[in-house]
């Protein structure tokens, strides 16, 4: 699958996770909700992610929040990764066009 493709699946995946606590109201720790575990992996991937990197925390009686200040960096961290990726892509495409010449 190319880099394209599937920054775009986890750019929907991370906007669905999004959505849930932001509909909910959950963007804060006195308004924080359940979170179901998504039944796309993809989906459970990145809600794993968003909590390590702290975007989405976790209170003691087991809810979920979104933290909208680290989900702001978590963005940033997402988009120079994918960037990172594709200009690795770009730079091993433009080496091989130079010895296939």
Same mark, same amino acid.
């Given at each position: 699958?190319? %880099?394209? !493709?599937?920054? &775009?699946? +986890?750019? @929907? $995946?991370?906007?669905?996770?999004?959505?849930?606590?932001?509909? *909910?109201?959950?963007? /804060?720790?006195?308004? $924080?909700?359940?979170?179901?575990?998504?039944?796309?992996?993809? #989906?459970?991937?990145?809600? =794993?992610?968003?909590?390590?990197?702290? /975007? +989405? =925390? @976790?209170?003691?009686? %087991?809810?979920?929040?979104?933290? =909208? *200040?680290?989900?702001? #960096?978590?963005?940033? =961290?997402?988009?120079?990764?994918?960037?990172? !990726?594709? &200009? +690795?892509? %770009?730079?091993? /495409? $433009?080496?091989?066009? /130079?010895? %296939?010449?």
């Amino acid at each position: 699958m190319s %880099g394209t !493709i599937m920054a &775009a699946l +986890i750019a @929907k $995946a991370r906007n669905r996770v999004t959505w849930h606590f932001t509909s *909910a109201g959950a963007t /804060a720790k006195e308004t $924080a909700t359940k979170f179901p575990t998504p039944t796309s992996r993809l #989906d459970r991937r990145v809600f =794993e992610r968003m909590l390590a990197f702290g /975007a +989405i =925390e @976790k209170t003691p009686e %087991g809810l979920y929040w979104l933290n =909208e *200040a680290r989900l702001s #960096d978590y963005r940033k =961290e997402s988009l120079a990764r994918v960037l990172g !990726i594709l &200009a +690795i892509a %770009g730079f091993a /495409a $433009a080496g091989a066009m /130079a010895v %296939g010449g």
